[in-house]
């Protein structure tokens, strides 16, 4: 099967917005973005990494907290609060990393939009200033370079 | 001046107009001075040295040393660095929903399972016969 296309642009210089088109209803796909063990199935970013922690207080004001734990047993901790939630359409919550590598908190955007059966999801990151987004940088770098990484391993191994 | 931590931001604001994309996409086939970069975008040489000034701080251009000319050129690298960072993050964004992708064929899968067996259910069996108490 093709997979969707993913496209990502940088619309100010404090954000990111990412959007991608799911073979599913609105619904669904809010449950798999909500529901701690969908979740936990597919927000592991670069390979080598699960996710012991996906904990996930869906209301305004609740909480959720996510761990990641890669392979040497490194873990990497981020959490925040639900601002705003219209079941199934939009989702607003800050987002904050335990190391703070994103120079303070970040505000997350979700809009669920259905046509004909399938879901376009666009996601908004906004920083909280310049330097955050440089700091999204060295650590997009970092995460990267881990990516290559594995996937040098994967290259020798075959 | 850090030139990851300055550029970055300032790459992507200098970026954020089409005027200076299309300078820039114009400047990508060779250098230029001031007076050929204006004549194509039917703007006055003022107008055109502002993006200019705004491409020049974000390091994306620069100035050669030909004294009457100053013909602008391309400097490739922030630029790089700044579609290299939208890769990486897309890479393992990719990665992500890609996954999801897959949770969401077995929630589908699993929808129609159990809309069948209702169906199967409700659908009156041939050789059985069934009385509503």
Known sequence: MKTAALTVTTPSEREVVMTREFDAARGMVFDALTKPDLVQRWLLGPPGWTMPVCEIELRVGGKYRYVWRNAEGREMGMGGTFKEMVRPSRLVATESYDDHWTGGETLVTTELVETRGKTTVSTTVRYATREARDAALKMGATKGLEASYVRLDELFTA | ?133
Do not use: C
């Not at chain 2, 390091?59 to 890769?87: C, F, K, M, N």
């Open chain 2, 1 to 133: 001046m850090k030139p990851t931590s300055y550029t970055l931001d300032a790459t992507f604001a200098a970026l954020a107009d089409p005027t200076r994309r299309a300078i820039l996409a114009r400047l990508a086939t060779g250098e230029a001075s001031v007076a050929e970069l204006a004549e194509p975008f039917d703007m006055t040489q003022p107008a055109i040295s502002k993006h200019l000034k705004v491409l020049e701080r974000a390091v994306l251009i620069s100035r050669g040393r030909e004294a009457q000319r100053r013909p602008r050129r391309l400097e490739p690298r922030p630029l790089a660095e700044a579609t290299d960072w939208i890769e990486r993050y897309r890479k393992i964004w990719e990665g992500n929903f890609k996954r999801l992708d897959a949770v969401l064929r077995e929630l589908k899968h699993k929808q129609k399972k159990t809309i069948d067996a209702l169906l199967d259910e409700v659908k009156p069996k041939p050789n059985k016969k069934r009385r509503t108490r």
